[in-house]
């Protein structure tokens, strides 16, 4: 039993922002070091139009892989014909992305709020239709919560009403997303607070951060302290951000996984593992693609073991005295 | 009156730690320009063998120059000969380097902690004697506190001890530097409350974190939230550090101040101005010195403001509704 899931989210947010089609077989190598060094849940691509995102296209079978391995996948989908491909893989988990700016709703994916809200009603049904043990669970994720790159500010009231709604169109729960990178620590609180309050303490469970402001991991800091059991983060903040040289997309799962394990709190990850899986990672990309992370370059501190057990960080958690 | 005060410790801390000597006149155009930007204290530099830091042999030329700037100016000394240098500036404040670790106290300034503390002594009875209005505040701050590279862990209890007997000595106040970039979340807060007990709430209202594992920003809002009143940080992570390629040295003053005032607390900075003594210190230093910091690569959020008066941030703070 781990005290947080850190959720990789790589495979896909990572990988469908890089220039590159990793082969089917490379992703699987990588996928299987991330299950070996103890992730427990992995957003292993999404099945979304293969003409869109081609780096995506052969989700189905990277799937059918990584359901054989010892973690929970995760795949994310836009309607309906997505799911119907994800559900080949009977992953446990699939998401669907929710834009609170409208705005941005219309230019990523042309649809309203409302033909959105319906697109989710429709998976919904159609997810009541499977037996219980192929239903994975299904997340609406609010995309741009903290504020949209073509709106500004977004008003934390529709947040609050589109989770309801989206409690309400039957999801299992829903996520907050940091998309662009504009959250503070003091906002990702009271939203937490303002969402769950709404929809119930267990019914927000994640939250998706990004890192282009170098806010990630105090943003981490304060959802966990929130009560929030899922983050998701990336390996390497893979996917990197076009507008912003050196700032990297995604939180960085290595850095992630330092500060969470220091704090004493028990992911299950073993840091050599995820430092293998990197180097991995590393041969597989073409050398233009840049790796973030601090703890990487700098090693744990002197005296820190993080193996997955929790029990080597016990002189930095509690005081030797 | 601000909420926070941002002490800039780039002309010191980053400046040391570069492999170039920038002149005094460039120097001082820069803390011009920090100072214009509203920061409230620089440390401007430190008093300590020209032989030993050749970067810092004119801090008393620059102190005197940036005493009659719109700031407060602090200087770091090693001993009594170094307060003697720095008090011809008539600095606001002095601190100086007490390593926890006594084995980086015996390398790096060839003292025990025993010598460390007569020193201390010595300096405070010097400092007696003089008239109040030429006295500056005197803070012992605590190096290696969260860890050492040579120790590993540092106990708990020794810092709380040297705290104490830093005060017994005659200092005004303590802080807490994390040097090695070892800190995590849960022990800048445990150790921050431990020392306050110990010490008394205002003898500890400053640290002083490196962002080496990136956890700089998330240690700094859990200092913030112990009721620290004064962060450490440094223009562009100025300084670097030798050992990890890409780790930034100090926590990033761009990213704080971001931080800090979208979560509504008022700096006093402007984020414009910031960006002004960015781009100064970028053409005078050589090209290969790298700049580090998410922010003026990703530019502000769409419709946040920072001023200097936290009144533009108001959409970020409140629910807009």
Redesign the interface.
């Given at each position: 039993m781990v005290d947080l899931v850190v959720s990789e989210v790589g495979p896909r947010d990572g990988l469908q922002n890089i220039d590159y089609i990793l082969p089917t077989q490379d992703k699987c190598r990588w996928i299987e070091a991330l299950a070996a060094a103890g992730l427990r849940e992995i957003e292993v691509g999404s099945c979304v139009s293969p003409k869109a995102v081609p780096q995506m296209a052969d989700t189905p079978e990277v799937a059918a892989f990584a359901r054989r391995l010892n973690t929970e996948i995760a795949i994310l989908i836009p309607n309906l014909k997505g799911l119907k491909r994800a559900l080949t893989a009977n992953p446990q988990k699939i998401s669907i992305p929710f834009s609170v700016s409208e705005t941005h709703s219309l230019k990523n994916l042309n649809r309203t709020h409302a033909q959105m809200l319906d697109g989710v009603e429709e998976i919904c049904a159609y997810l009541r239709t499977l037996p219980a043990d192929e239903r994975p669970e299904f997340e609406g994720g609010l995309s741009t919560a903290f504020?949209?790159?073509?709106?500004?500010?977004v008003?934390?009231?529709r947040v609050v009403t589109l989770a309801e709604q989206l409690m309400a169109a039957g999801c299992d729960g829903v996520g907050l997303a940091d998309t662009?990178?504009?959250a503070?620590?003091?906002?990702v609180r009271?939203l937490i607070r303002r969402v769950k309050a709404a929809v119930g303490e267990q019914n927000l469970s994640s939250v998706h951060l990004h890192?282009?402001?170098?806010?990630g991991?105090?943003n981490?800091?304060?959802a966990l302290e929130e009560g929030i059991t899922t983050l998701d983060s990336s390996m390497a903040g893979l996917g990197g951000?076009p507008?912003?040289?050196?700032?990297s997309g995604n939180i960085?799962t290595e850095?992630l996984v330092?500060?969470l394990e220091?704090?004493?709190l028990n992911t299950g990850i073993d840091y050599d593992g995820l430092i293998r899986a990197r180097e991995l990672l590393q041969k597989l990309l073409p050398k233009a693609v840049e790796l973030?992370?601090?703890?990487p370059?700098?090693?744990l501190?002197?005296?820190?073991c993080i193996r997955g057990d929790s029990q080597g960080d016990s002189?930095?958690?509690a005081?030797?005295?």
């Amino acid at each position: 039993m781990v005290d947080l899931v850190v959720s990789e989210v790589g495979p896909r947010d990572g990988l469908q922002n890089i220039d590159y089609i990793l082969p089917t077989q490379d992703k699987c190598r990588w996928i299987e070091a991330l299950a070996a060094a103890g992730l427990r849940e992995i957003e292993v691509g999404s099945c979304v139009s293969p003409k869109a995102v081609p780096q995506m296209a052969d989700t189905p079978e990277v799937a059918a892989f990584a359901r054989r391995l010892n973690t929970e996948i995760a795949i994310l989908i836009p309607n309906l014909k997505g799911l119907k491909r994800a559900l080949t893989a009977n992953p446990q988990k699939i998401s669907i992305p929710f834009s609170v700016s409208e705005t941005h709703s219309l230019k990523n994916l042309n649809r309203t709020h409302a033909q959105m809200l319906d697109g989710v009603e429709e998976i919904c049904a159609y997810l009541r239709t499977l037996p219980a043990d192929e239903r994975p669970e299904f997340e609406g994720g609010l995309s741009t919560a903290f504020g949209c790159t073509l709106e500004g500010p977004v008003p934390e009231d529709r947040v609050v009403t589109l989770a309801e709604q989206l409690m309400a169109a039957g999801c299992d729960g829903v996520g907050l997303a940091d998309t662009t990178g504009y959250a503070n620590p003091a906002q990702v609180r009271r939203l937490i607070r303002r969402v769950k309050a709404a929809v119930g303490e267990q019914n927000l469970s994640s939250v998706h951060l990004h890192n282009t402001r170098g806010q990630g991991l105090a943003n981490a800091l304060a959802a966990l302290e929130e009560g929030i059991t899922t983050l998701d983060s990336s390996m390497a903040g893979l996917g990197g951000c076009p507008f912003a040289p050196g700032a990297s997309g995604n939180i960085v799962t290595e850095d992630l996984v330092f500060m969470l394990e220091a704090m004493g709190l028990n992911t299950g990850i073993d840091y050599d593992g995820l430092i293998r899986a990197r180097e991995l990672l590393q041969k597989l990309l073409p050398k233009a693609v840049e790796l973030y992370g601090f703890t990487p370059a700098a090693g744990l501190p002197k005296g820190l073991c993080i193996r997955g057990d929790s029990q080597g960080d016990s002189l930095y958690v509690a005081s030797p005295g």
